[in-house]
Nanobody
Framework: QVQLVESGGGLVQAGGSLRLSCAASGTIFRINVMGWDRQAPGKQREWVAS???????HYADSVKGRFTSSSASDGRKVYLRMNSQKPEDTAIYYCNARSSYNNDYDYWGQGTQVTVSS
């Protein structure tokens, strides 16, 4: 089992920045992908970013160029730096840890609220 705890959410003005953190505990050796999804009020959850073991990162078009994902060398923390934030970035952000080889290993955090005011 893997437990994920997000932190760093809050209220920011449009154009501002926040950094989210996600700490993983438990048995992570099967995990090779960590990332972030978000869910805005009244909308479906959407993928935001993923970082693959070994370092490559991928981003949704809506955040590309503004958000940057990184991870600690031990694989137990992942970060999402969010710059030039827009009101449409307002959502609950969820950390995800999974194995790309086995769907049985797919874990989610409880989420952290990000609110961007105009």
């Amino acid at each position: 089992q893997v437990q994920l705890v997000e932190s760093g959410g809050g209220l920011v003005q449009a154009g501002g920045s926040l950094r989210l953190s996600c700490a993983a505990s438990g048995t992570i050796f099967r995990i090779n992908v960590m990332g972030w999804d978000r869910q805005a009020p009244g909308k479906q959850r959407e993928w935001v970013a993923s970082i693959i073991s070994g370092g490559s990162s991928h981003y949704a078009d809506s955040v590309k160029g503004r958000f940057t994902s990184s991870s600690a060398s031990d694989g137990r923390k992942v970060y999402l730096r969010m710059n030039s934030q827009k009101p449409e970035d307002t959502a609950i952000y969820y950390c995800n840890a999974r194995s790309s080889y086995n769907n049985d290993y797919d874990y989610w955090g409880q989420g952290t609220q990000v609110t961007v005011s105009s």
